[in-house]
């Protein structure tokens, strides 16, 4: 069975930073791309980051730019989003997908999701 676990989220003050994990149980790791989507309340969810199977491709969001930086660690099973600079329109559910298809995760169409976790950003 699939998993996809984030872990990271938590309540943060305006400037400050977090790093949210994602453990994952697909295998093998290294043939999905990666991603973060979020939703806060009242809207819908949408794209943040991706990073490709080898990590050396990567998407942002253009609210994320700069701010934000996706990794992985295929020896974990594990990829990462480093958010800095935080805003109070991050405030959303973070959630961690998987797909073997860059197009189709960057369109949200993914084969996998996690649970999410929360991040709220404090002004």
């Known amino acids: 069975q699939v998993q996809l676990a984030e872990s990271g989220g938590r309540l943060v003050q305006a400037g400050g930073s977090l790093r949210l994990s994602c453990a994952a149980s697909?295998?093998?790791?290294?043939?999905?791309?990666m991603g973060w989507f979020r939703q806060a309340p009242g809207k819908e969810r949408e794209f943040v980051s991706l990073i490709n199977w080898s990590g050396d491709s990567t998407d942002y969001a253009d609210s994320v730019k700069g701010r934000f930086t996706i990794s992985r660690d295929n020896a974990k099973n594990t990829v990462y989003l480093q958010m800095n600079s935080l805003r109070p329109e991050d405030t959303a559910v973070y959630y961690c997908?998987?797909?073997?298809?860059?197009?189709?995760?960057?369109?949200?169409?993914?084969?996998?999701w996690g649970q999410g976790t929360q991040v709220t950003v404090s002004s």
């Open positions: 997908a998987a797909d073997r298809n860059y197009r189709d995760l960057r369109g949200g169409d993914c084969d996998y």
């Open positions: 697909v295998s093998p790791f290294n043939w999905y791309t």
